[in-house]
Nanobody, 121 residues
Framework: QVQLVESGGGLVQPGGSLRLSCAASGSIFSINAMGWYRQAPGKQRDLVATIPSGGTTTYTDSVKGRLTISRDNAKNTVYLQMNSLKPEDTAVYYC???????????????WGQGTQVTVSS
């Protein structure tokens, strides 16, 4: 089994910053892409940013220039640095990872439990 545990959410004023972390543990042979998604009340879960094991990161347009995704492969951890936060960034943030649990096995999609980010004055 693979577990993803997020941390770093909270309440912040508009214009403030937060850093989310998500650590993967368990039966991991390799991790391909990792990403962050978010879900606001009454809305669907949407992609925020992705980072492959090698290659170019991608961002949804509304967060470009404000949020930065990064990863530490040695720690199986993905981060989301969030700057210049806006009230519309308020949501539950979920991390996601495509994990290969054994050599030559297919990859499986895993999700964290979510962490609340609230941007309000």
């Amino acid at each position: 089994q693979v577990q993803l545990v997020e941390s770093g959410g909270g309440l912040v004023q508009p214009g403030g910053s937060l850093r989310l972390s998500c650590a993967a543990s368990g039966s991991i042979f390799s991790i391909n892409a990792m990403g962050w998604y978010r879900q606001a009340p009454g809305k669907q879960r949407d992609l925020v940013a992705t980072i492959p094991s090698g290659g170019t990161t991608t961002y949804t347009d509304s967060v470009k220039g404000r949020l930065t995704i990064s990863r530490d492969n040695a720690k199986n951890t993905v981060y989301l640095q969030m700057n210049s936060l806006k009230p519309e960034d308020t949501a539950v943030y979920y991390c996601n990872a495509l994990v290969q649990t054994r050599r030559a096995s297919p990859t499986f999609n895993y999700w964290g439990q979510g962490t609340q980010v609230t941007v309000s004055s």
